[in-house]
């Protein structure tokens, strides 16, 4: 049977690597992508692994390339530091190699929490991101510096088995997460050639509020579905294009 690494990317997780870890300890090679933690993360991830690799952020897109480089395996599954490989999810993936894939990366269905609410709606559920088992000869990410996308020479297939995210501890680490992406995506946006409008203000966030809380039936998850529809529409999306707004004002006639 093929051998199977996993990598995990941190950065400041010491709140959530531990279970991470202990979710995925039954696989051949643990590789551990870390973006110089100060917070005692490494140290954790020392007790589970010696395949730990320190790379400077210069996107997610690239730092995930760094860490499929670094596998030795073939075969990979990328849990980030907030997820847990469920037993289930496991299993599929060992039977899998078992038998032989039968394609050469699948999307895995997560299921997310905000606090210690699942949420099953906003567009949360399954959330599927880009492929986490696949095979490396396969799979490139495009080297972006937030919401990477990627790029895939063979077949997709989807697994069944779910692995579980807890991004959100608490409301701080939703804010200090959201100020993070919003600087990354408005850099990502001018570096582009986006330039803001006005309407950026007035009518992305309207639309992001209608697409979660109305178009992915947000309102059926109650009142977390209203607080991450009203948080992402005015709180992320509003700012990030503030701060493109900040990147080209000097532009703005």
């Not at 870390?34 to 210069?58: H, N, W």
């Not at 803001?196 to 039936?217: E, Q, T």
């Not at 992402?232 to 532009?251: A, F």
Request: glycine fraction near 6%; include cysteine; charge should be positive.
């Amino acid at each position: 049977m093929p051998k199977i690494s996993v990598f995990v990317m941190t950065f400041n997780n010491k709140d959530k690597i531990k279970d991470c870890l202990e979710s995925v300890k039954w696989a051949d090679e643990i590789v551990v992508m870390d973006s110089f933690s100060t917070d005692g993360t490494v140290e954790i991830c020392r007790q589970y692994t010696d395949r730990i690799v320190q790379e400077k952020f210069a996107g997610f897109g690239a730092l995930r390339n760094h860490a499929v480089a670094a596998c030795a395996h073939d075969w990979i599954l990328s849990i980030d530091s907030d997820e847990r490989c469920t037993e289930e999810l496991k299993d599929e993936v060992l039977s899998l190699l078992q038998r032989g894939p039968d394609c050469d990366a699948y999307l895995v269905p997560r299921k997310t929490y905000f606090l210690d609410i699942w949420v099953r709606h906003c567009g949360w559920y399954p959330d599927y991101r880009q492929p986490q088992f696949f095979n490396k000869h396969k799979m490139r990410y495009k080297e972006q510096l937030v919401h990477e996308g990627y790029e895939l020479t063979g077949k997709l297939g989807h697994l069944k088995g779910h692995a579980i995210q807890y991004p959100f501890l608490n409301l701080e680490q939703f804010l200090n997460k959201m100020d993070r992406y919003s600087s990354l995506r408005a850099e990502e946006m001018f570096k582009d050639g986006k330039r803001f409008s006005v309407l950026n203000i007035v009518v992305n966030p309207l639309a992001m509020f209608f697409r979660m809380f109305i178009a992915k039936r947000g309102f059926l998850d109650g009142t977390v579905g209203l607080m991450l529809s009203l948080l992402y529409g005015y709180y992320y999306t509003m700012i990030k294009y503030v701060k493109l707004w900040e990147k080209t004002r000097h532009t703005i006639s």
